[in-house]
């Protein structure tokens, strides 16, 4: 199989082509640095992201408290992820850098706070 | 309890007439359909008070129009809102449009309109440099001034509710009957009986007045679209500038706002019945608005644009103001078909309808207590640095800005929100204060103002709306 | 009335750098106004990731960023005053401000760094016609509400914009369980970040319509849904394009405007096509003794270059406090072909350093070379696959070459493909 990706490694935003069977990478074409090839076999194996959201604060300034996955998550758990999230609420005060779940579904990634409420 | 007087509308119409029955021992309520006072036509117009050469000798327009520009200034000083005297020009901008200019000069004086002129193009380019090199003559009227009709109407209905004057909004008559001298209204709010009503209710005046079986006049709605520019071109004109009138209306005018802006508009579209409340701007309305201010100003640019709007206006097909009691009930007082210069003769209007009703009444005391200056309102952005800090000493919300484009204080908004008839929604403190009417629109201040109302109503902050019921602007809590 | 070194104006991610900074360099008495209950400006609602990456090298959350930099003037004797509104700035650099604690302050000062951010430009500056129904909003105002209040401002959204605020919003409301239907962009290209379009955009199968607007909003009370219009090459809508989706809200993410109301005051001249002040290399205003950096000066993609630009301007305005005006004989900076704008816009050939002229093209140019022509000779050339507008590049005169200008050399910054 052959897929165009805009490589998003860095601002440049090269078109690169993968040639791929199931997660067997044969060619990657098109990106002009190494980390675009990284990039490229990263997205046809297992494609990760971060996610950003907010958690339910008790007795805080503001009534959520931003928070992001402590590493990128597979791509395909963003909405389970989101469903952990949405679930949970933590009570002020919260610090900056707190986890907030632990080793989120499974994935060894914690959803922290980014922010001191 | 039965009211003795019920007007219906709180337009400028309706709040000023109001105003004026406090003035008595009367038992007297202003009613609303919508959220707030000054909702309707009001809301939405060129902000002109009409030196008053337009209309034909001998209608009530004529009248009206030259007596309310008189009573204007004192007026607005009473209830402490903006009035400027800028002055009119109807420029001419061809020898056949000097002829049309010279027909208003004659038509004003047979209207008893003081202090005009006609100007020749040397004359007219030294009062208005910025007009198009084609301007060539003018009518000047000195008299004309500037005024922001819904400041006008909030101030009214403030200072009537002052002077015992019962408010009730989200009120909407759908209903008359009239037994035993006394008529029943039915609304929303429910049954409200009164001895007397006053029908200004602007668009719908010949709908309540089709209530007791009046059907001696239709509305036909008018559509009118504007561009508000920013400040920075404000003084793009000193003078409100006309263009020479056609049978839709005085054209398309340019001229500066109280609040220091520059407005262009109107146009005018007559629109389906039921069309009436869609105040809604269209792509062809706004293209012509561009297209003939530029005929007046080249230079003007919907680029300085910082919103537009459309008005709708109540332009009776009996082609005058209806004033006074119906020929079905004379207990029913129209106030009704008022379409321009119906902002311009508003003070003269309250003062003859609230006269033609306490005179049928009879028998009616003055109000021993009645005060017809407004409270006075601090005005951050107006304030001297002494009155600032003595006013945040007072009250440190005074000392908190809300609205960074037009330098609103948390002081003020709150004092639009806690006056009488004061503001329910995002868009009432905006007219109240000019919090988000600045060049940012609200972007910055808009949820600001959101918590301040919610706080100070006790709601939550999406039981909160734009402008009455069904405008929220927040859905549920994301969490 | 209150005196001080440095009033710094502003205490977002440029304000709390500028401020760092020339404590850093010496100065003694500084104090930062903000407007905002807290320091962190607009990074207090940015809760994605992807600031940081080039000056911290590592991938932070807005307030993270903005956290790092709160404990360091916490850690300073700089003074903050939140909640705190500078109506005006005189031209002898006396600044007047309003908090509800002192009332009205007065601030003399040596120096002053504007570092007042920019604005969502609004729905009127864009002529749709239609209806005032709620649920019309700029995306900023949208995230404020999503990310500091905790409240949906909607559930079926539809984006006028593809600057990097509305790709960003796209992704979040959609993780928030709205349905982002589409993001029209007035343009050929979109002016965010490519990483941005896949990350927000194709990773949820949210549509990008190019040469796309809305010409038109229904509903009386909220929003129920929009026109939108394919445009010609002269950005007009094509009225057999029109196609209406139904919406309960339109986000607005057309451009930002500096916000410089105060700089205007001052009477510091403004670069026409930035919006913001025209400035030296040391992001010096015609005004000696004020500066200005970060999105005020003009808009940033990066927030990492809003700090490396007010470091400068830190570095600058203590220059200017501890030793006083400089000598100075400047050369304007030119745009050539391709290129929109340059700051700063005059260099100081007395400068002994390296200097970074940061710039923006003004459409998408595919491999082409950045020149830096000086005097008519070519300085540097350099090979570029991707220039689009929506990012902002930047070329180096270095101090050698400053050193052997005069006052009659030309500085020429210009697109060859």
Sequence with gaps: MKRDLICVACPRGCMITVEYEGTEVYSVTGNTCKRGEEYARTEIVNPTRNIASTVKVNGGVHPVVPVKTSAPIPKTMIFDCMREINAVTVDAPVKLGQVIIPDVLGTGVNIVATNND | ?479 | MLNYDLVVVGGGPAGMAAALKAKECGVKDIVILERAETLGGILEQCIHSGFGLTYFKEELSGPEYAARFIDLVEKTDIAVKCDTMVLDIDENNLVTAVNKKDGLLKIQAKAIVLAMGCRERPRGALEISGTRASGIMTAGTAQKYVNLDGYMPGKKVVILGSGDIGLIMARRMTLEGAEVKVVCELMPFSGGLTRNIVQCLNDYNIPLRLSTTVVETHGKDRLEGVTIAQVDEHLQPIESTKEYIECDTLMLSVGLIPENELTKNVGIAIDRVTNGASVDEMRQTDHPGVFACGNVLHVHDLVDFVTMEAQLAGEGAADYILNGAKETVYVPTTTGNGVRYIVPQRVNIKNPNDVKLYFRVGRIFKNAKVVLEIDGNVISSKKKIKLAPGEMEDVVIPASVLAGMTENSTITVRVEE
């Design chain 2, 1 to 479: 309890m039965c009211y003795d007087v019920a007007i219906i509308g709180a337009g400028v119409i309706g709040a000023l007439t109001a105003r004026e029955l406090s003035k008595y021992s009367l038992n007297t309520v202003l009613l609303e359909a919508a959220g707030d006072v000054a909702m309707g036509a009001t809301k939405a117009n060129s902000a002109i008070v009409h030196a008053g050469f337009d209309a034909k000798p001998g209608t009530l327009k004529a009248k009206f129009n030259v007596k309310g520009c008189e009573m204007m200034p004192a007026v607005c000083k009473a209830l402490n809102v903006p009035y400027k005297n800028n002055g009119s020009l109807v420029v001419a901008f061809s020898e056949e449009e000097k002829a049309h200019v010279q027909e208003l000069y004659e038509r004003g004086l047979a209207n008893g309109v003081p202090q005009m002129s006609i100007l020749d193009e040397a004359e007219l380019k030294a009062l208005e440099p910025n007009l198009a090199p084609e301007a060539c003559g003018a009518l000047y009227a000195e008299s004309a001034g500037i005024v922001c009709p819904y400041e006008l109407t909030i101030a009214a209905a403030e200072n009537a509710v002052t002077n015992g004057v019962e408010f009730k909004r989200d009120c909407k008559v759908v209903g008359i009957d009239f037994a035993d001298g006394v008529f029943t209204l039915h609304t929303t709010l429910g049954d409200i009986e009164t001895k007397y009503v006053i029908n200004a209710a602007g668009v719908h005046s010949d709908e309540v007045s089709r209530m007791i079986g009046d059907d001696s006049f239709t509305i036909i709605p008018r559509r009118g679209e504007y561009f508000v520019l920013d400040k920075a071109v404000g003084g793009m004109v000193k003078r409100t500038i006309f263009q020479c009138p056609t049978a839709m209306g005085k054209g398309i005018l340019v001229t500066p706002t109280v609040d220091g802006n520059l407005l262009i508009g109107p146009t005018a579209a007559d629109m389906n019945k039921e069309d009436e409340d869609n105040t809604a701007t269209t792509a062809e309305g706004l293209a012509l608005v561009k297209k003939f201010a530029a005929k007046s100003c080249p230079a003007v640019s919907t680029r300085n644009a910082i919103t537009s709007f459309t008005g709708v206006r109540a332009h009776p097909d009996v082609d005058d103001f209806i004033l006074g009691p119906s020929e079905k009930n004379a207990q029913f007082i129209q106030a009704s078909g008022i379409e321009s210069p119906g902002l311009s003769s508003a003070p003269a209007i309250a003062e003859y309808i609230a006269g033609v009703t306490v005179e049928a009444i009879g028998n009616v005391g003055r109000n021993e207590s009645f005060n017809g200056e407004r409270k006075d309102v601090f005005r951050f952005r107006h304030a001297t640095d002494e009155e600032r800090a003595a006013a945040i000493a007072k009250n440190p919300a005074y000392g908190r800005i809300i609205c960074r484009c037009e330098t609103i204080t948390e002081g003020e908004i709150i004092d639009a929100i806690r006056a009488p008839a004061g503001a329910r929604d995002v868009d009432g403190v905006k007219r109240r204060t000019r919090a988000g009417m600045g060049r940012c629109q609200g972007g910055f201040c808009g949820s600001k103002v959101v918590e301040i109302l919610a706080r100070e109503l006790g709601k939550e902050i999406n039981e909160i709306t734009k402008f009455g019921s069904g405008s929220n602007i927040l859905f549920d809590r994301t969490k």
